[in-house]
């Protein structure tokens, strides 16, 4: 980024900051809501979102497979195992739920323009 581009970018920026306060409460959320969800399916396509993805995939799975091999007994460890499956597994949910709502949030915005 070169000195010109950034006084060019800080106008777009405070272009699409005036232009969100202007809308209704209602529709400056689904904005924001599709903005953050487009971000983080970039994110989950781009190689630090495929890695992070694929960390909580590995945990996941090698948390379960000591989990079977895990005796009744050790109440600590089954405790500890079900914490790395279930922070691998939220990881990916909360991901995958931000693009769903920010998706669903396109699509009402869409709507509303149509009326």
């Known amino acids: ?26 529709s400056r959320t689904l904005f924001v809501e599709a903005s953050i969800g487009r971000e983080a399916k970039e994110f989950f396509h781009s190689d630090i979102g495929r890695y992070l993805v694929g960390c909580a995939q590995i945990e996941y799975a090698e948390a379960a497979s000591k989990l079977k091999k ?26 995958r739920d931000l693009i769903i709502r920010g ?8 709507e509303r323009e149509e009326q």
């Open 1 to 26: 980024m070169s000195a010109n581009d950034l006084p060019r970018e800080i106008n777009e920026r405070q272009e699409l900051q005036d232009m969100i306060s202007a809308l209704d409460p209602e």
């Open 70 to 95: 895990t005796a009744w007994y050790r109440k600590n460890r089954i405790i500890e195992l079900q914490n790395q499956m279930w922070r691998a597994e939220n990881f990916m949910v909360w991901l």
């Open 103 to 110: 998706k669903a949030s396109e699509l009402s915005l869409e």
